[in-house]
């Protein structure tokens, strides 16, 4: 079962989505109202929507055929980066830092008992499916990262999964590793959905594939694929170090990193178009726009 959000006579609808495509309309505004109402009645989230959509007729639809908003309205978006050997080896490719015969940071966070995780996006960052990301005026070398995301409650539970885009300049953070947050965070950086699969409905988290898929005139250009068993942490893991210290929010999503790297000779450019796909998930497309370089006058 998957959760959508979506825009009908100009009113959000927030709706479960069965295997069969069946859409039911739910009487919440938001999934973590849903999740809050199962605990009161002990059932698991699953358990309770199959109560209020049980004898109710739905309607047959494919995700293409909704105005699909972002699934969740995170609070915050937070990122986990080296947590695959390719997204290692792609930190190393770049970095200006690399000695031959020497370990890098990337090195050794990848073999840490502390993994890297880092802020990523704010609501008003984030965007949904078919909505642009935008390319960094100051960056030459930008990419996208395919992630599957953990949709978490304040108390670390994940509900949930979805697709996210954690765009990003490789030229950026290949320069100084400090620079990362200006590698990562812009307006339209990040994008999640198309959907959120609840978390009691996937057999096996460790074993979904990943596509992304870049299209630029109509014509692909890049197609990688990878599976959530190549990751090195488990997201239980990556979730106790978020925790930490901290004050997570309901609804907050976490990527899990990426194992899809584009080649190396490749760069976004504006009207590219993105696919990632999870197929227990579905489709996340976003159109790239390109921004125009602003400058700021000292007063």
């Not at 978490?152 to 990362?180: A, F, H, Q, V």
């Not at 488990?234 to 194992?259: A, H, I, Q």
């Amino acid at each position: 079962m998957r959760i959508i959000r979506y825009i009908e006579d100009s009113r959000v609808v927030l709706a479960a989505m069965t295997d069969d495509h069946t859409v039911y309309p739910l009487p919440f505004a938001d999934l973590m109202d849903v999740v809050r109402e199962a605990k009161k009645n002990q059932l698991s989230v699953f358990r309770y929507i199959q109560t209020i959509i049980s004898g109710k007729q739905g309607m047959k639809k494919e995700l293409v055929e909704l105005h699909l908003l972002v699934p969740i309205v995170a609070p915050e978006v937070w990122a986990s980066g080296v947590t695959y050997e390719k997204s290692r080896d792609a930190r190393n490719y770049e970095t200006s830092e690399k000695i031959d015969g020497q370990e890098t940071c990337y090195d050794r966070v990848y073999h840490a008992e502390r993994p890297e995780i880092f802020f990523k996006s704010t609501a008003a960052r984030t965007v949904g499916p078919n909505d642009p990301v935008y390319l960094r005026s100051d960056s030459n070398w930008q990419i996208p990262e395919p992630e599957l995301g953990l949709v978490i409650t304040g108390e670390g539970e994940i509900i949930g999964y979805t697709i996210g885009n954690d765009m990003s300049c490789r030229d950026i953070e290949g320069e100084n590793p400090l620079y990362l947050p200006q590698a990562k965070i812009w307006k339209h950086s990040c994008a999640i959905g198309p959907a959120i699969r609840l978390a009691e409905t996937v057999d096996d988290p460790y074993n979904l594939q990943i596509i992304c898929r870049i299209y630029r005139n109509g014509q692909l250009v890049v197609e990688e694929s990878a599976n959530t068993r190549q990751l090195k942490r488990r997201y239980d893991e990556l979730v106790s170090f978020l925790f930490r210290d901290n004050e997570v929010f309901d609804g907050t999503v976490l990527l899990t990193g990426t194992s899809i790297v584009p080649p190396n000779q490749f760069t976004l450019e504006d009207g590219d178009r993105i696919e990632i796909e999870i197929p227990e998930i579905g489709v996340l497309s976003n159109p790239v726009k390109a921004t125009v370089k602003q400058t700021v006058v000292n007063k």
